[in-house]
């Protein structure tokens, strides 16, 4: 009950003299009853005529709960113009006392305002429609479920995110789908719908003896000095998606339809998320969404700073539009990637944002308190005299009134409050203001440089200049830092010339200059680097989240980013389009670390292994499904993917291929349930729309090249193996290589039960007994193969096919394995397993232990620097310190010294452990 509950707060009557009169109205409820009504009479004098006019129905309700209360003072009796506006009355009126009590929180009042604003809307719709059925306008075979005839109502702004407050005006935008008329007939409809909507409207917003319900502004629409009130949905999306500008996707991300046809409104708003979101990090928006708050500012004539008295709570400093652009900022930046930071409401947001540690969760706090606090404020001036305001009276007067309805005893209490949570909004939204200022005049030399850069594709526009100037001192400074300025600054300019435009690149280095300070570190590595990074800076969105926490540790947190990222994406090529976007940027994350020593690089071939079987997992299951679209499916059928190589033993690098075996399993006379494909053919089909999937090149590139070259008879078999022939060839018809290829196997996506007699297969396979002699002969008749081969290793360092190298450590860890039946996949671990089982010695295995790390780092540091000629004299100044910090090794040449011992030293060694074979 209203006045059952126990009240927690009381407004303070400023005139109590006009408090006391209204109490006695109001003599037949509680002591406590009265003294709320005393309080709120005193202080606002729009308050105190609602309790004087509505006296005998609050009387006569004054037992029903604060919900009940609400649903009956919407009851509409007699002339629908009158009666919406006593019900909205009543509405306000139970609401100021549930408010102003305490009684129940400020969403669950700004949701009952926004419910009857829906509520008032739906009324006046149905009724212009009805009256339009009833003489004919509308025919009756173009009603739909709603009787609606296809016309909807969209809520925007505070309406649209449940948000309104006692003085708010309504936006709204009317459309109708223009699809569902004849083509003869749609100019007709149109007529109507623009009069149905203009006396919606005028029903509405129009100020009568009775009132208004709500000022209604229908200015959101598209092109509103051109466009009717109530245009298609058609033209009205071919305009968003066409010429739809930022402030429109920020407004649409709190649309929903509120009136009309739902089904036909929320399929539209479906259609927009597109023109909503992007998949890359807009950071561009931030500028535009700052420069609408200026805009408004000085449209209202709002400046200054932060005060009280005639302080502006909606846009001046610290206020409620700081709050709101600061969350809508950061949903355009990062909602297209993060659907849980779709959110309609600016509370909603800005905890999302701080879940997704987009924000910390101290800022979220900050603001959300402190909107709370300046929507309470602001309904408590709007509540003083039913005004549109949102401004604190400078009026003394007034401003003790508002003191006094907002419970405070003391003015200055009151002001510190406003004061301190205004300080603390504008302080906290600073982080989406601009992070590099704009420095003073460039020097002489920086002009230089700038002019040079001036000419390139990416300055083409005013606004990508304009951008970048504030950043020339930056970059100036940082590359000072360096042993090599001129070089560093060099490389970054080859990094500009492969730009294509920089508008958004520029923002998002306005915005992080930590994301710039990577950029230049990483172009300065290398030209093929700068290179890549130009044709592929989305890339760059993934930079956003660096550490070591940035990049998933499991498999399992690999899988759900993806899923995260693929909500909602149900074709296949989008999935595929989206899945490339994901993988490119967590590609190259781990390329950061690796480069920046964030993570070691056993983390990273875990990290590269990981991503590549979340990748491949998800290609499987679409293949799939594209297969059984295509040609039903094959029942009691299943497949796996058995992974080879540096996949198979997690120790992928950023270049490593996929070297993958396809195997399936089920009734080898089975069919598929239409085009009655056999199983052989039907899983060749699969396969084959996996590896499409995984290496056809789209805009964001390739998942992964694809080498199916271990599969059984190699390129002679076929491209997806049953799992009879599969054990059957390895147990019959393998070559010692294949067995030694084995030893790395993994499976690593498919059907459970599959992938549990695959693994089977393989112990089965393994443990075989193996002629040592004969692994010795042949292994050593690979070892004189790689010494043919012709190697640079002084310039180059090309150390994997070389004797004492990385191929011929894998060799012989291989083989061991195969003599011990080891279930080990990474060479180094079979190495340790083999010094374990005493097949090797402790000084052996030392030797070999740490060459193998050392060249595992070189080998990963090459590729990492993409430089496909690899000389030691071409080397960039940061990319020789690269090498020394991540080897440990005080000189470049030292390095070089190092292999060559290590080379030797393996390769007398390897030769021994091969020959002793027994």
């Known amino acids: 009950m209203i006045f059952k509950e126990h009240i927690l707060h009381f407004?303070?009557?400023?005139?109590?003299?006009?408090?006391?009169?209204m109490k006695s109205v109001y003599s037949d409820l509680p002591s406590e009853t009265q003294k709320l009504i005393r309080g709120i009479a005193g202080s606002s004098s729009f308050l105190k005529k609602l309790l004087e006019q509505h006296s005998e129905w609050l009387l006569t309700h004054w037992e029903f709960s604060p919900d009940d209360a609400i649903l009956a003072a919407r009851k509409l009796d007699g002339n629908l113009d009158i009666a919406l506006r006593i019900a909205k009355a009543r509405t306000?009126?139970?609401?100021?006392l549930i408010d102003l009590s305490h009684l129940r929180p400020l969403e669950w009042i700004t949701e009952n305002l926004t419910n009857f604003a829906d509520f008032a809307v739906q009324s006046a719709l149905k009724s212009e429609l009805e009256l339009c059925v009833s003489n004919s306008k509308i025919k009756k075979k173009f009603l739909d479920e709603n009787n609606s005839a296809g016309i909807f109502v969209l809520a925007m702004g505070k309406m649209g995110a449940h948000e309104l407050n006692y003085s708010s005006d309504i936006d709204l935008i009317f459309l109708f789908d223009g699809s569902q008329f004849p083509e003869e007939e749609i100019s007709d409809y149109r007529s109507i719908f623009i009069k149905i909507t203009q006396k919606v409207f005028s029903l509405i917003s129009k100020n009568t003896a009775h009132g208004y319900v709500f000022r209604t502004d229908l200015r959101l629409r598209p092109n509103p000095s051109v466009t009717s009130v109530c245009p298609t949905m058609q033209s009205a999306e071919a305009y968003y998606i066409r010429e739809g500008r930022t402030w429109e996707r920020?407004?649409?991300?709190?649309?929903?339809?509120?009136?009309?046809?739902?089904t036909i409104g929320n399929n539209f708003l479906q259609r927009m998320q597109k023109f909503i979101w992007r998949q890359e990090l807009d950071f561009a928006a931030i500028g535009e969404i700052e420069q609408l708050l200026i805009q408004s500012r000085q449209h209202k004539e709002i400046s200054g700073p932060i005060t009280v008295e005639g302080h502006n709570l909606k846009l001046g400093q610290g206020g409620i539009r700081e709050i709101e652009f600061f969350a809508q900022a950061h949903q355009l930046i990062y909602g297209g990637r993060h659907q849980d930071l779709r959110q309609i409401s600016t509370q909603g947001a800005l905890q999302a944002l701080s879940d997704q540690n987009r924000i910390t969760p101290k800022i979220a706090k900050i603001l959300i308190t402190a909107l709370r606090q300046h929507r309470k404020i602001e309904h408590r001036i709007q509540m003083l005299r039913d005004t549109q305001s949102h401004s604190i009276p400078t009026n003394l007067e007034e401003l003790e009134r508002l003191c006094a309805l907002s419970g405070y005893v003391k003015l200055e209490d009151f002001k510190d409050d406003i004061i301190a949570e205004l300080r603390k909004t504008h302080s906290a939204t600073k982080t989406s203001s601009r992070i590099i200022k704009k420095n003073t005049s460039p020097t002489d030399q920086q002009k230089i440089r700038f002019?040079?850069?001036?000419?390139?594709?990416?300055?083409?526009?005013?606004?990508?200049?304009?951008?970048f100037e504030t950043q020339l001192q930056y970059i100036w400074n940082y590359a000072q830092k360096s042993k090599n300025p001129n070089e560093v600054l060099d490389y970054f300019g080859y990094f500009l010339s492969g730009l294509t435009s920089g508008v958004q690149l520029f923002s998002l280095f306005e915005r992080r200059p930590d994301i710039l300070e990577k950029v230049i570190y990483v172009t300065s590595l290398s030209k093929q680097l700068a290179d890549a990074l130009a044709k592929q800076v989305s890339v760059l969105d993934g930079l956003a989240d660096t550490g070591p926490d940035a990049i998933p540790s499991s498999l399992t947190g690999f899988q759900k980013s993806l899923q995260a990222r693929l909500i909602n994406t149900k074709d296949f090529e989008t999935s595929l389009t989206n899945t490339r976007a994901w993988k490119s940027e967590e590609h190259f994350k781990i390329i950061f670390a690796q480069l920046t020593q964030i993570i070691t690089p056993q983390r990273a071939e875990k990290a590269y292994s990981d991503l590549a079987q979340t990748c491949l997992n998800l290609c499987l299951d679409q293949a799939l499904c594209e297969t059984k679209r295509r040609f039903g499916e094959i029942p009691g059928s299943s497949v796996a993917i058995l992974a080879m190589g540096k996949m198979g033993s997690q120790e992928m690098s950023c270049t490593s291929d996929l070297d993958i075996i396809v195997i399936y399993d089920g009734n080898p006379d089975s069919v598929s349930s239409f085009k009655e494909l056999d199983i052989r053919t039907y899983f060749q089909k699969v396969t084959r729309t996996l590896i499409s999937g995984l290496s056809s090149s789209m805009s964001y590139g390739r998942l992964y090249e694809v080498d199916m070259r271990l599969r059984p008879s190699g390129r002679a078999g076929t491209v997806a193996t049953s799992l009879e022939g599969f054990v059957n060839y390895q147990k019959t018809k393998a070559w010692l290589w294949e067995k030694l290829a084995l030893t790395r196997a993994r499976v690593v996506a498919g059907d459970k039960k599959l992938c549990s007699e695959i693994n089977k297969a393989?112990?089965?396979?393994?443990?075989?007994?193996?002629?040592?002699?004969?692994?010795s002969i042949e292994v050593n008749d690979m070892r004189l193969r790689i010494s043919k081969l012709e190697i640079d290793i002084k310039q180059k360092w090309q150390i994997k096919k070389l004797l004492g190298g990385i191929l011929d450590l894998e060799l012989l860890s291989q083989s061991l394995t195969l003599l011990i039946k080891g279930k080990n996949r990474k060479p180094s671990d079979q190495l340790k397993n083999a010094f374990d089982k005493r097949i090797i010695s402790k000084s052996d295995y030392d030797v070999l232990f740490n060459s193998l790390e050392?060249?595992?780092v070189i080998e990963h540091l090459k590729r990492l620097l993409g430089i496909k000629e690899f000389k030691l004299d071409s080397l960039s100044t940061p990319a020789v310190e690269l090498f020394i910090n991540n080897t440990g090794i005080e000189s470049i040449n030292h390095i070089g010294q190092e292999i060559e011992k290590s080379l030797s030293e393996n390769s007398d060694l390897i030769q021994k452990l091969i020959s002793e074979l027994k």
């Open 11 to 21: 407004p303070i009557p400023f005139d109590p003299s006009v408090g006391e009169n």
């Open 92 to 96: 306000a009126l139970v609401l100021a």
């Open 250 to 262: 920020a407004a649409f991300i709190k649309a929903r339809v509120c009136a009309g046809n739902k």
């Open 451 to 467: 002019d040079e850069w001036r000419k390139l594709q990416a300055f083409k526009s005013e606004r990508a200049v304009e951008v």
């Open 762 to 775: 393989l112990i089965d396979i393994l443990d075989q007994k193996n002629d040592p002699r004969e692994i």
């Open 854 to 856: 050392l060249f595992s």
